[in-house]
């Protein structure tokens, strides 16, 4: 083995993170023309890509208070673990993805053992909803945040830590290559059935709240739009929950599973109605107009209401700064009130047009039509590890 060649120790906890940490792996091995080397942490998506993994990433995928108790000593151990591995082999990078309740902690205790290994951390969090004192104690010991939205490098530059936007990953995702056609051959709909896409979520606890709420919605509409068929994309947790309920809606309901899937449905759709989440950005992508909608447990939300600083829940409303994309939540999120939403859409051609032209404003700002984002930041990473060996070397390390 070369030992000339940069090794990137990289650290995922979750599947997402594993994902980014796949691409980002593709995109270095493309930046430096293979002449790379990985070590860490990750799951199926790295491992394709070369990692060995130093322990199964399954073991970081936990969450809440009883689930992490039990499992507390065997992650503190996983945590040294991975501490003393990074300082044994003295990376020239470290980039840990997401996962901040572990991967700052590891960061921590390398930075104050070996303030030599640059630290890049790959999602920033999420200062400006909430908590925004994190961004200073963040800056104490990362060396680089790699950004996913355009608006976020200043909150931190301003608390002195360097941080690149380099794009959303969801750009990658393929939302916006969605087949219409093949979507209406593969299920057998006429050229002349209109469609709208329904995303009930993908917790079991998202989908057993909105949908009565979006069975009622569509009660209210279906009398007065014929030939309309629901597209329902689905994930395995919750594919037979929703299979038995669309049984009972008043219009046919074809259930997808599968991004190619559900991204063909977007390109077939006239609008959807949605939880909230990431899908409001693949809606985006695809230029689907969309109406977003969640329900949480009152408590709950009178609880984090008071801590989110932000004035929306969608992520294209809260980049453009005003009310795009329908959001009716709580109280809002009943059966009249998401009619009267979808209905518009459905029937006003202009209403759709204005949140397509929106939506494409914020497409670009995520990174659509310009360099990847896995590209973008391998060459952050890339940046920062040649910044540091000049460092050295004129330091006559």
């Given at each position: 083995?070369?030992?000339?060649?940069?090794?990137?120790?990289?650290?995922?906890?979750?599947?997402?993170?594993?994902?980014?940490?796949?691409?980002?792996?593709?995109?270095l091995k493309q930046e430096t023309f293979g002449a790379i080397r990985f070590a860490g942490i990750g799951g199926e998506r790295?491992?394709?890509?070369?990692?060995?993994?130093?322990?199964?990433?399954?073991?970081l995928a936990l969450f809440g208070l009883a689930e992490l108790l039990p499992k507390l000593p065997s992650l503190?151990?996983?945590?040294?673990?991975?501490?003393?591995?990074?300082?044994?082999?003295?990376?020239?990078?470290v980039v840990t993805i997401d996962a901040p309740d572990f991967c700052f902690r590891v960061a921590r205790r390398v930075k104050k053992a070996n303030p030599d290994i640059p630290l890049i951390h790959y999602v920033a969090p999420t200062v400006w909803a909430w908590r925004p004192g994190?961004?200073?104690?963040?800056?104490?010991?990362?060396?680089?945040?790699?950004?996913?939205?355009?608006?976020e490098p200043p909150y931190f530059e301003k608390a002195g830590l360097d941080c690149s936007f380099?794009?959303?990953?969801?750009?990658?995702?393929?939302?916006?290559?969605?087949?219409?056609?093949?979507?209406?051959?593969?299920?057998?709909?006429e050229s002349d059935t209109r469609i709208i896409t329904i995303l009930p979520g993908s917790r079991r606890s998202e989908v057993t709240k909105l949908l009565p709420d979006f069975k009622g919605a569509l009660d209210i509409l279906a009398p007065r739009l014929p030939r309309v068929v629901a597209a329902v994309p689905t994930v395995p947790a919750t594919?037979?929950?929703?299979?038995?309920?669309?049984?009972s809606w008043p219009l046919p309901a074809v259930v997808v599973e599968g991004d190619?899937?559900?991204?063909?449905?977007?390109?077939?759709?006239?609008?959807?109605?949605?939880?909230?989440?990431?899908?409001?950005?693949?809606?985006?992508?695809a230029r689907l107009p969309a109406v977003i909608a969640y329900r949480i447990h009152p408590l709950t939300y009178r609880l984090y209401r008071g801590l989110i600083k932000v004035r929306f829940v969608n992520l294209v409303n809260i980049m453009l700064n005003r009310m795009l994309v329908p959001e009716l939540l709580q109280e809002e999120c009943r059966p009249s009130r998401l009619a009267e939403a979808l209905g518009r859409l459905l029937d006003d051609?202009?209403?759709?047009?204005?949140?397509?032209?929106?939506?494409?404003?914020?497409?670009?700002?995520?990174?659509?039509?310009?360099?990847?984002?896995?590209?973008?930041?391998?060459?952050?990473?890339m940046r920062v590890i040649h910044a540091r060996a000049r460092e050295a070397e004129q330091a006559g390390l």
């Open positions: 083995m070369n030992e000339d060649v940069p090794l990137v120790f990289l650290v995922a906890g979750e599947p997402s993170g594993d994902v980014l940490g796949g691409r980002l792996m593709l995109a790295m491992k394709a890509q070369g990692l060995k993994s130093l322990f199964p990433m399954e073991e503190l151990r996983r945590m040294k673990q991975t501490e003393q591995a990074i300082l044994d082999m003295k990376p020239a990078a994190r961004a200073a104690k963040i800056a104490k010991f990362l060396d680089h945040l790699l950004a996913l939205l355009p608006f380099v794009g959303h990953p969801i750009v990658e995702s393929g939302a916006d290559a969605g087949d219409a056609d093949r979507f209406r051959a593969k299920h057998s709909l594919k037979a929950l929703v299979e038995e309920a669309v049984k190619q899937d559900k991204y063909d449905a977007f390109a077939a759709s006239e609008a959807a109605l949605a939880a909230s989440g990431t899908v409001a950005l693949e809606l985006a992508l051609p202009a209403a759709r047009q204005e949140q397509i032209e929106g939506v494409a404003e914020v497409a670009a700002w995520l990174g659509q039509g310009d360099t990847p984002p896995s590209r973008r930041a391998a060459e952050v990473v």
